[in-house]
C-alpha cells in the first residue's frame, strides 16, 4: 500500500516539475509545415491533342471531370460577348440528344454538369463515370446551337446589361479593367449591348469551331477511377473531337501604369454608396520566385479579415461591411487592387485610410504575430482545399499550364512557412503600387466630389481625372443647376399634389391597400402588402418562401415590429416616423412641416428637386412631371434608396407601379399587382 502511495506521490510531483519547466508567457513554436502528399497524376495524350490528367481517389465513390482549353486571351471586338453567348448555350442538349432530354438524364443520375467557351465541368457518382462522360463528350462535340436557343441567350445578355446599367459595382468593374489594360487588350474590352445585338448565330458557330478545340484543351480527371479503364473511354469519347481551324494569334500589351498616383472617378447620380478600388498592374507568375511572399503580404494587407485593410475600415471606422486587396498572377498580366464599397459620406475618408495601409505595410516591417497568422491561415485554408477533387485538379492543372515543377505543391506549405519579415516589405515594395496606381471610385458626384477633390498623399493633393461608365474621359460634372427664382418647398409639393390626382381627389381616400412582388433570388418570390389609412394606421408585410419575413404595425400612437418571429415594440419617436411616412400622401402633411427645398439634382438623367423632409430623408420630384421619383434615406448602418417609376391611375389618382429598393449593393423592384382604393382594409388589419 505505501508503495502504491509513494508511486502517486512521485508521479504527482514530477509533474509539478515539469509544469514548472514551461514557460506559459510564451508562445510555443511552431511546428514543421505539414507535408502534403498530392497523387502524381498519370497522363496520356490523344492525337488530336486533348491531353488528359488522371489523379485517382478512392476515398469516396465519386469522380469529377474538369475540362480546360488554355487559349490565349481573345479580343472579340465589335462582336464583343460572343464567348459569353457560346458558354450559355454549351450543354443545352446535343444534336444527338434533344435538351430536355439531356438535362433530365443529367437529374436523373444525381450528376452535375457546366459548361463556359472555354471549358466545362462534370461530376457524378463513380458508377455512372462512363455514362457521364460519354454525355460530357456528346456536348464538347456536338452542341446543338440552334437559332431558338441562340435568340433566347441573346434577350438574356441585353437584360442583363441592362440591369447591371445602375450598378455601381458592374460599373466600377468595367472602367477598372478598361482603364488598366486598355480596351486595346482583351482582359479591357467590354460587352455592351451593341456589342450583343451584332452577333448572329454564324458567329457563335464560328467561334465555336475556332476557339473551342482539342488542340490545347486538357481534361483532368480526379476520383473513384481505374486509370486504364478511364483512358479506355476517354479515347473511345474523345477522339473524335477535331478543329478543322488552326489559330494563330498574338496577345497585346496592356497599358502601361499612370505615371502618378490619381482618382479616376465615375458619376453615378443613383448611387447609395462608393466603390473604391486603387489598382495597379503587376507581372507576377506563379513560378515567380516572389510568389508565395506576396500570398502572405497580400494576406496581411487585405486578404482576410483581421488584415490592415478590414480591421481599419470596417473595424475601426465603420465605413464598409468589408475591405479587401488581391493579387493575380495571370500568365499575360494582372493586377493589385485594394477597396471596398463604402457609404457616400466617407468616401474620401476611405481613400486616405486605404492608402494609409498600404504605406503602412510598404514602410513598417509587419510583427511577427501578424506574420504568424496570415501563415496559419493560408496553411489551414490549403488544407482544407485538398479536400475538393475541383481544387485537385486545379493544381494538377496550375502544374502544366504555367511551367510549374512536379513538387510545387507538395513543397507548398513549406514556402509559406519560410516567408520572413523582410520579404513581405520587400514584395509589398515591389507589387503594391501607390505612386503609379489609379484609385477607381465609381459614386454619386454631387455627394461625394467636394471632399475628394481634398484628399493627398505623400504631402500633394491627389489629382481627379473624370470618366463615363464606359471608361471614355469627360468632363468634370456640372452639379450647379439653376434654380428657378418662384420655386420654393411648398410649390414643388403642390405640384406633385396635383401631378398624381389633386387635392380634392386626396382628401376622399380614406384607405389604401397594395400588393407587389419581387424576386430575391432566381425561381424565388419576395410579396409585399401593404395597408394605410388616413387615421394614422399603417401595416406592411413581406413574405418569401410562403413565411412572414417582417411585419410593421402601427395603430394610433403605438406600433410593433416583428422580424423572423421576434416582436419588438417601437418606440414613441418611431411611432411618429413610420405615422408621417405611413400616411396615404405625406405630401399634404409636408406642407406643414417646415421642410426644404435643397437644389436640383440629376437622378438618372431626369432633373428633380431636391427636399430636405429630415435628417434622415430626402425626396427628389421631377422637374418636369412633378412626380415624386426617389426617396434617400440614411441611417448609421448605411444609405438605402427606393426608386417610383411606372405610374398608374387608379381611383383618379396616380401610384408608381415599379419601386426599386436599393440597401448597399442589393437591389429590389417590386412589381405592383394590385392596388385598391377605400376598399380591402379594415381597423382590425392594425392590431
Known sequence: MKTKIFTILSLFLMSIGLQAQIDRSKQPKAGPAPKIALEVPGEFELPNGLKVLVVENHKLPRVSYSLSI?????????????????????????????????????????????????????????????????LMSDAVKNPLLTEEEFQKEKEKAIEGLKSNKKSVDAVASRVGSALAYGTHHPYGEFVTEETIGKITLKDVKTFYERYYAPSNAYLVVVGDVDYTTIERQIRNYFSAWESNLKVVSTVPEAMPNVKYTQINFVDMPNAVQSNISLTSNVDLKMNDPDYHAVLIANKILGGGFNSYLNMNLREAHGYTYGARSSVGSDKYVSRFKAGAAVRNAVTDSAVVETLKEIKRIKEEPVSAQALENAKAKYLGDFVLALENPQNIARYALNIELNDLPKDFYTTYLEKIKAVTVEDVQRVANKYFGTDSARIVVVGKGSEVLENLEKVTFNGENVPIKYYDAYANKVEKPNYNIEMPSDVDANSVLNKYIDAIGGKINLDKVNSVFMTAEAELQPGMMMLLEMKKTS????????????????????????????????????????????????????????????????????????????????????????????????????????????????????????????????????????????????????????N
Not at 113 to 130: E, P, Q, T, V, W
Open 70 to 134: 488554355d487559349n490565349k486571351p481573345i479580343k472579340e471586338g465589335d462582336i464583343a460577348g460572343v464567348s459569353g453567348i457560346l458558354g450559355s448555350m454549351l450543354g443545352n442538349g446535343t444534336t444527338n440528344i434533344a435538351k430536355d432530354a439531356f438535362n433530365e438524364e443529367i437529374d436523373f443520375l444525381g450528376a452535375r454538369m457546366s459548361f463556359r467557351s472555354n471549358g466545362g465541368y462534370a461530376s457524378s457518382l463513380s458508377k455512372y463515370s462512363d455514362r457521364i462522360l460519354n
Open 535 to 686: 387615421k394614422d394606421q399603417f401595416a406592411t408585410e413581406i413574405f418569401a418562401m410562403g413565411q412572414s419575413m417582417m411585419k410593421t404595425v402601427v395603430d394610433g400612437e403605438a406600433g410593433y415590429k416583428v422580424q423572423q418571429g421576434q416582436r419588438s415594440e417601437m418606440s414613441p419617436e418611431e411611432v411618429k416616423t413610420t405615422q408621417e411616412e405611413g400616411s396615404p400622401f405625406p405630401e399634404v402633411n409636408y406642407l406643414k412641416s417646415g421642410v426644404t427645398l435643397e437644389k436640383i439634382e440629376d437622378i438618372d438623367g431626369e432633373k428633380a428637386y431636391r427636399i430636405k423632409i429630415s435628417d434622415t430623408q430626402t425626396n427628389f420630384y421631377s422637374v418636369e412631371t412633378g412626380l415624386k421619383i426617389k426617396v434617400e434615406k440614411t441611417s448609421p448602418m448605411g444609405s438605402a434608396s427606393t426608386y417610383l417609376t411606372e405610374y398608374q391611375e387608379i381611383s383618379g389618382i396616380k401610384f408608381p407601379f415599379k419601386i426599386g429598393q436599393t440597401n448597399g449593393p442589393r437591389k429590389f423592384d417590386f412589381i405592383v399587382k394590385e392596388i385598391k382604393v377605400n376598399e380591402g382594409v379594415t381597423d382590425a388589419d392594425f
